[in-house]
């Protein structure tokens, strides 16, 4: 019976070497793999997400530039339009002719696409 057990146990210990020997590798693939994996999911995700972020400053520069634009011009139309209507403040302001003349002119080219000069 003792022998019976000895050829048991020897049996068993090549089994159990490779289930060490397993474990392991399995420790050594867990502990390089799992920074790998993150390292390769990091990268998926910023190639994925660099063409919506550039996207998303695109619009907003696009945006900005478009405000910016639409306040120039309101300005410009009240700075070129105020002189040649007048205000309410003051009804004898008169303007020069030729100052009429030139700001008409300036409103015609820069808003002609919003008027219908005959």
Known sequence: MYEEHNEETDSHAPD???TAQNR???DII???GTPL???IAALAA???AQPFQREITSVTLRNGREQAESKLRSD???SLIGPIVGSDKD???DIQAEREKVLVELLALNFHEYFEFF
């Open 46 to 48: 910023y190639y994925i």
């Open 76 to 78: 410009m139309f009240s």
């Open 91 to 93: 009804p004898n302001n």
């Open 30 to 32: 867990g502990k390089v």
């Open 16 to 18: 159990q070497r490779q």
């Open 37 to 39: 994996a993150a390292l």
């Open 24 to 26: 392991d590798w399995l």
